[in-house]
């Protein structure tokens, strides 16, 4: 009896006792996940020294072009492009013609009234860049390229776009994935991509941007251009159970291709870490990239691109909610009579509004130009108590048509840091000149 109780006892200790040498293991104790080693798996190529950099027009863009067709295409996504991608020449200034390309897949919806609408997630393919450093006492330039590239942003494509796929059924409007050839060249490639390669643009209702992901250290970002649909979105998911959740920023981390989307009126958001630390340096690092944190970064994203795709389409413009969300029985106080200025980007100089904002996204009317219209546009408008900017009119205008692009321009702000006076925060009216310059052919 003794003798069997004993081994009874023995047998009910035994979980205990394998629990007790497990001792705990960390996420990569248990090994890969199929995603990391995936994700692993395309970064390793497409930052390896062998690219050289991808280049725009490169041998090495064209190889990075390859393996994003061939991914997707064995991921089972539709390719819109050929085995040569969609080529296009960009005219340099030695008169050379340099050759890039986009590559580009669909998933089509399954909504019969949506699957003719579109989501279009894009990243980046090229990568290169100089710096100036001293090497012997003698300045020269160097290349750099790397992992902070946006080898992560195409890594991250391909595994949404499997991820998409594999849940087709749940898609109401179609996906389209663009791999955009010449980024770094003013973002030829999505304005290619916009303006000359896909016909049905004015169906695309969103573009999701994926550039520089997976740095944990730096944060996760998601920027909008302060859109007020997309932020809802972003929104309502942060009250959700998601693995992590992106910081709301007005700030634009760096350009990228959804200016050309934003540029075409096209909703846009921007997910990113930032820059990385490395980033401008002229070594190749991919261990900078912490594979667990972009697993958590590209769950979040699918959940996103769900909600986008099957949600109600988000509209361009913020005036209404502008004005919907303001107070309008306070007081509007002068610029210069306010204790503390309205700021953009922490600065309070308007000329930071007019660079980083105004200019960055001004659109001079196609007509504008033929006719030869050019001025200078007075724009009124008041930052409000929470920072954002309503009632934008024209005070000296030029021609409808400049009028109307400084109105809405200036109308699609993100948010600033409201003024104060008497220690509370006003709204602060301000006029600022907008420039429409023609130059004339040499």
């Known amino acids: 009896m003794k003798k069997t109780l004993a081994t009874i006892t023995a047998l009910l200790l035994l979980p205990f006792l394998a629990m007790a040498q497990f001792k705990n293991p960390g996420y990569h104790d248990l090994g890969d996940s199929e995603e990391v080693a995936a994700l692993k798996k395309h970064v390793s190529f497409l930052a390896s020294a062998a690219l050289e950099g991808r280049a725009a027009g490169s041998e090495g863009e064209r190889e990075a072009a390859d393996y994003v067709r061939e991914i997707l295409d064995s991921y089972g996504i539709d390719l819109l492009t050929g085995e040569e991608g969609d080529n296009f020449g960009i005219k340099q200034e030695n008169g050379d013609t340099l050759t890039s390309r986009n590559v580009i897949g669909m998933i089509e919806g399954y909504d019969r009234n949506l699957r003719d609408r579109y989501i279009v997630v894009g990243a980046r393919l090229d990568n290169i860049g100089t710096r100036k450093v001293n090497v012997d006492g003698q300045t020269v330039t160097r290349i750099y390229y790397g992992a902070n590239g946006n080898a992560s942003g195409l890594a991250m494509l391909l595994e949404l776009a499997k991820k998409l796929k594999t849940n087709s059924v749940l898609l109401k409007r179609s996906v389209i994935f663009v791999a955009f050839g010449a980024s770094q060249e003013s973002y030829v490639g999505s ?64 350009p990228s291709d959804h200016r050309m989307f934003y540029a075409s009126e096209i909703p846009s958001v921007l997910f990113t870490s930032g820059a990385y630390p490395e980033y401008g340096t002229d070594r190749d690092t991919p261990s900078i990239l912490q594979y667990d944190y972009m697993e958590r970064e590209l769950e979040y994203i699918y959940n996103f691109s769900v909600n986008l795709v099957n949600g109600r ?9 502008a004005k919907a969300e303001s107070e309008t029985d306070s007081e509007v106080v002068a610029y210069h009579d306010c204790d503390y200025k309205p700021s953009f980007l922490g600065s309070t100089d308007p000329k930071v509004f007019l660079e980083k904002w105004v200019y960055a996204y001004l659109k001079y009317p196609k007509e504008a130009v033929r006719q030869g219209i050019q001025g200078r546009v007075l724009v009124d408008f008041v930052v409000d108590e929470k920072g954002k900017v309503r009632d934008v009119r024209v005070l000296k205008g030029v021609h409808p048509l400049l009028d109307d692009e400084a109105v809405k321009v200036v109308s699609a702000s993100p948010d600033w ?26």
């Open 191 to 254: 304005w290619y991509f916009l303006n000359r390669s896909f016909k049905n643009t004015d169906r695309i209702d969103a573009m999701i941007n994926l550039d520089i992901l997976g740095c944990g250290q730096q944060g996760f970002y998601a920027y909008t251009s302060s859109n007020a649909d997309l932020n809802y979105i972003l929104k309502e998911m942060g009250n959700s159970l998601q693995p992590l959740h992106p910081q709301l920023t007005a700030s634009e981390p760096f």
């Open 313 to 321: 389409a988000p509209e361009f413009s913020q005036d209404s909610m």
């Open 417 to 442: 840091k409201a003024a104060r006076d008497r220690g509370k925060k006003v709204k602060c009216g301000m006029s600022l000149y907008v420039e429409f310059k023609l130059e004339r052919n040499k």
